[in-house]
């Protein structure tokens, strides 16, 4: 009698350990995102790993606006560190610019140091599908525990990755580095150092590995708005969403690329609190022109860019008032 109750206990409690949806899994870990994935718990305080053993992957997507790329690649190259990290870069059938181009523009190590990877799709899969298309093959593709989802159209202020490491150190596994206008995606609780977002883009979203692997097998795969799925998700389980009072991003892109070679006027752009200032006068020349509405498919005409004709050796007189 003595043996067939302790049998019942222990058939009890492996059931409701079991069980995804016992309340005393979730007892045991406050603030789990999706109860059980692959055995395991992730939870706000073992999302990310110690600083010490973080390594940072950069994933950006691209398709034509080949003004916008090329300034953003330009802007990347000024970041501090970026020599020593991994860059992948989805291609999603661009016919502007092929894998040779990216290449050019987005390799910054030493020769003989591959850290650009490209990959590329011959036929177009959309901006919605490919911002989680991206996240999960870079997880299959890297070990990386730190992930970055860059955009085409970002820059960046060169000390940003110098700063990723202790941000996400303070962060829930999940931060932005672009702090966008209230009107799109409202925000609250702003120290001197951080505001919670109740929403944001993917444009500037930085995961912490675990937390990633977790959202992505937890959020049944549609074609629209994975961004607002996420941020929905995360904020049911009560995951904080910080961005830098500071926005390190400035989101420069007025026109954002559709099918059939169409652009579509946008107006979640800028950066709160972006500091111009760190930023080299040409680079901030050109995103405050692209800013203003130029187009992305037109190149520069900065005169910095353009060499001048030589002159004749002799002195012409000016005419006054010069």
């Known amino acids: 009698m003595a043996s067939r109750h302790i049998r019942f206990?222990?058939?009890t409690i492996l059931f409701f350990y079991y069980n995804d949806d016992t309340v005393w899994a979730k007892k045991l870990d406050p603030g789990t995102a999706g109860r059980k994935t692959k055995g395991t718990f992730v939870t706000r305080d073992t999302a990310c790993a110690s600083k010490r053993e973080m390594k940072i992957a950069i994933v950006i997507p691209t398709h034509n606006r080949q003004e916008y790329v090329k300034l953003m690649a330009d802007g990347l190259r000024a970041s501090?560190?970026?020599?020593?990290?991994e860059i992948w870069i989805f291609d999603d059938a661009s016919t502007d610019y092929g894998e040779d181009e990216l290449r050019e523009w987005f390799t910054y190590a030493q020769k003989g140091i591959l850290n650009t990877h490209i990959l590329t799709v011959k036929k177009r899969v959309g901006a919605h599908i490919n911002s989680r298309r991206i996240l999960e093959e870079v997880l299959q593709r890297t070990d990386a525990n730190v992930i970055v989802h860059l955009d085409s159209d970002l820059i960046l202020t060169p000390t940003w990755l110098m700063k990723l490491k202790g941000w996400m150190t303070k962060s829930d596994g999940i931060m932005t580095m672009y702090r966008s206008d209230k009107i799109h995606?409202?925000?609250?609780?702003?120290?001197?150092?951080?505001c919670m977002k109740s929403t944001i883009g993917s444009a500037g979203t930085v995961?912490?590995?675990?937390?990633?692997?977790?959202?992505?097998?937890?959020?049944?795969?549609?074609?629209?708005?994975?961004?607002?799925?996420?941020?929905?998700?995360?904020s049911e389980h009560e995951f904080r969403i910080l961005v830098p009072?500071?926005?390190?991003?400035?989101?420069?892109?007025v026109f954002s690329s559709r099918s059939k070679r169409q652009l579509t006027k946008t107006t979640d752009i800028g950066g709160v609190n972006f500091k111009w200032k760190t930023?080299?006068?040409?680079?901030a020349k050109r995103t405050k022109a692209f800013l203003?509405?130029?187009?992305?498919?037109?190149?520069?005409?900065?005169?910095?860019d353009?060499?001048?004709?030589?002159?004749?050796?002799?002195?012409?007189?000016?005419?006054?008032?010069?």
């Open 9 to 11: 206990v222990v058939t």
């Open 80 to 85: 501090i560190g970026i020599r020593r990290i």
């Open 185 to 194: 995606h409202g925000e609250f609780d702003c120290d001197k150092r951080f």
């Open 207 to 234: 995961w912490c590995r675990k937390l990633l692997e977790t959202v992505l097998s937890e959020i049944t795969e549609k074609p629209t708005a994975f961004d607002f799925q996420f941020s929905m998700f995360l």
């Open 245 to 253: 009072v500071q926005s390190p991003a400035i989101h420069y892109g």
């Open 279 to 283: 930023l080299d006068k040409n680079l």
């Open 292 to 304: 203003e509405g130029a187009s992305p498919d037109t190149p520069s005409t900065d005169q910095t």
């Open 306 to 322: 353009v060499k001048k004709p030589k002159t004749k050796q002799r002195r012409l007189k000016r005419p006054s008032g010069f």
